[in-house]
């Protein structure tokens, strides 16, 4: 889950300021977490509130989004969002937005099957991002983590989403000149996912979420959640993004780290 996050501090400086190259520096002071690591956390804790069979995901994932939605209220969020994060009875609003796989990353990391990753994914994300898209980029982000996570090598995962998901049949390098911002999950996670499959290392994968482009930090907190389930997360990464956390987020990040970390 903090690959989620890492992606997300990294991307934050890019998302309207595109860099179309894997060359810049990682962090520097303008770095900040946006609405992408809020509600990564606020899945978390979600589960970490949750009965121990997931029967009130649903509920626990609808009162911790609002909670911490309300608590950084100036993280970036969009306007659907921030109107069903101020209602008193919030409803889905059928949006395939990219924001539905961009917070989901617990999920793949606490799943023991396949399907309870589907089942406990569509459970945190049908609570706003009801549209079938929305679900399935969810779904597939969730996917990859899990898959990553449990030993599949990278043609493997590539071979399932492929499949069952999306087709993943470009390269990032066809892509990066043309790519632009596109807030959709389905224009968003097969792009994000084969930032993956193309890395060779954790730093690698986060320089290749940014270098093409568009919503950058959405993009690569995706990436950044899978290739954190396949590599690990290099200590010197782990210390420096830690550092742009607040004392709040960094004991939500930490508490789901010591119950759900192998």
Not at 49 to 55: G, L, T, V
Not at 79 to 99: A, C
Not at 212 to 236: H, L, N, Q, R
Request: proline letters at 2%; a negative charge; hydrophobic letters at 35%.
């Amino acid at each position: 889950m903090l690959g989620a996050i890492i992606g997300d501090i990294v991307g934050s400086r890019f998302e309207f300021r595109n860099n179309k190259s894997k060359e810049f520096e990682l962090f520097n002071n303008k770095c900040t977490f946006t609405d992408d690591t809020v509600m990564t956390l606020a899945i978390s804790k979600s589960v970490l509130n949750a009965k121990e069979d997931y029967s009130d995901l649903s509920y626990q994932s609808v009162k911790s989004m609002q909670e911490m939605a309300r608590k950084y209220s100036r993280a970036g969020y969009g306007m659907r969002f921030i109107q069903w994060m101020l209602s008193s009875n919030p409803k889905p609003y059928n949006s395939f937005g990219n924001g539905a796989a961009m917070r989901v990353s617990a999920i793949g990391f606490i799943a023991n099957t396949i399907d309870e990753t589907i089942d406990l994914s569509r459970k945190v994300t049908e609570v706003t991002h009801n549209h079938p898209e929305g679900i399935k980029g969810a779904e597939a982000t969730s996917v990859s983590i899990f898959l990553a996570k449990n030993g599949y090598k990278i043609n493997e995962i590539r071979d399932y989403i492929d499949k069952h998901y999306y087709k993943l049949d470009f390269k990032l390098d066809d892509i990066r000149e043309s790519y632009k911002t596109d807030v959709t999950c389905q224009g968003t996670v097969p792009q994000a996912i084969t930032a993956f499959l193309e890395s060779t290392d954790f730093e690698d994968a986060i320089r290749n979420a940014i270098s093409i482009g568009g919503d950058s930090d959405t993009i690569a907190a995706i990436t950044g959640g899978i290739a954190e389930a396949y590599y690990g997360v290099p200590v010197e990464i782990r210390e420096n993004a830690l550092k742009y956390l607040d004392e709040n987020l960094k004991s939500i990040l930490l508490e789901f780290e010591n119950n759900f970390s192998d």
